[in-house]
C-alpha cells in the first residue's frame, strides 16, 4: 500500500462552519488529539488575524510533539510576519488561480500575483522557514496560468502545491485529470469541498493520481457543505493507502471532542 498523509483543517477551514468558533482551551484539545493520532501536518489557524488567534497558535505549536503546525496566509508580507512570529514550522500561502478570484474579487492582475507571491516567499526563504504553496480556485482557473503559478512556486522554493477546489465542482474524474497533469518534482496536496458531496472520492482519487498529502477535517465540518471528512477518508482509503492513523484510536478521540465541534 502506499504511505499518503493527512492535513488537519479543523482549526482553520473546519472552523469557518457557520456559528461555529472555537475557544482558546478547545483549540489546544483538538490541535493535541490531531497530535496523539499521528496526524503528519496541522493547520492551526490564521495568525494574521490577530492576538487572539496568534494566541491559541503558539499554545498549539508548544503542546504538538509530532505534527508539523502550519500557519495560514494570504499574499500579504504582514501575514508571513504573523506566522513567522508565532513559530510556525510551515508558511502556507494562498494565491488566487482563477480568473474569477483576480480579477473580480481582489482586482488584480496576474502579474501583481506572481510579483506578491515572489515577495513573500522571499521573507519566508530568510527566516528559515518550510514555504507551501496553495491554488486557491484551481479547479476553476486557467490551466496555462495555473502551469504558470506551479513553476513560478518551484523556482522559489515551495516543498508541496495545494491544490484546492475552492467551491466544490469537482467529480473524480475531474480530479484525477487536474492531479494526474501536475509536476512529479514536487509534493502534491489536494484540498476538497464537499458541496457535490465528492470530497471523500475526490481525495481518494486524487492521492490515486500522486498527491501525497489529503486535507481533511473532524466530521467533515467546513463552510457550505463541509471538507473532507477525516473517518471516511480513512476507512474508504484503507485498502489502498497507509497514514499512519489508527482508526480505533481516532474514533475514541472523536468521541471525546464531539461536544467540544458540536456544541
Not at 82 to 105: M, Q, R, T, W, Y
Request: charged share 25%; glycine share 8%; proline share 2%.
Amino acid at each position: 500500500m502506499m504511505q499518503k498523509y493527512i492535513v488537519d483543517t479543523t482549526l482553520r477551514d473546519g472552523e469557518q462552519t457557520p456559528g461555529l468558533a472555537f475557544t482558546h482551551d478547545e483549540k489546544v484539545a483538538i490541535a493535541k488529539s490531531l497530535d496523539q493520532m499521528g496526524v503528519a501536518r496541522i493547520e492551526a489557524g490564521t495568525p494574521a488575524m490577530g492576538k487572539e488567534e496568534c494566541k491559541s497558535f503558539e499554545r498549539i505549536k508548544s503542546t504538538c510533539r509530532r505534527s508539523k503546525i502550519i500557519g495560514w496566509n494570504r499574499m500579504k508580507i504582514a501575514d508571513i510576519e504573523a506566522s513567522i512570529n508565532c513559530g510556525a514550522d510551515i508558511i502556507h500561502v494562498c494565491a488566487p488561480a482563477s480568473d474569477l478570484l483576480i480579477k473580480e474579487k481582489l482586482k488584480k492582475t496576474k502579474k501583481q500575483v506572481l510579483d506578491e507571491l515572489s515577495h513573500c516567499a522571499d521573507r519566508i526563504r530568510s527566516a528559515g522557514k518550510e514555504f507551501t504553496l496553495g491554488l486557491e480556485d484551481a479547479s476553476r482557473a486557467d490551466a496555462t496560468f495555473v502551469k504558470t503559478l506551479i513553476k513560478k512556486g518551484i523556482e522559489l522554493g515551495a516543498t508541496t502545491l495545494r491544490f484546492s477546489d475552492t467551491v466544490g465542482i469537482f467529480t473524480p474524474r475531474l480530479c484525477k485529470e487536474a492531479v494526474a497533469a501536475l509536476p512529479q518534482n514536487i509534493n502534491i496536496e489536494i484540498h476538497m469541498h464537499n458541496d457535490l458531496g465528492m470530497a471523500v472520492a475526490n481525495s481518494i482519487q486524487g492521492l490515486k493520481s500522486g498527491a501525497t498529502y489529503a486535507d481533511c477535517t473532524l466530521f467533515g465540518i467546513g463552510e457550505r457543505a463541509g471538507n473532507c471528512n477525516l473517518e471516511h477518508l480513512l476507512t474508504a482509503g484503507a485498502a489502498h493507502f497507509k497514514f499512519g492513523i489508527d482508526l480505533d484510536e481516532l474514533k475514541w478521540h472523536q468521541s471525546s471532542l464531539y461536544p467540544t465541534i458540536f456544541k
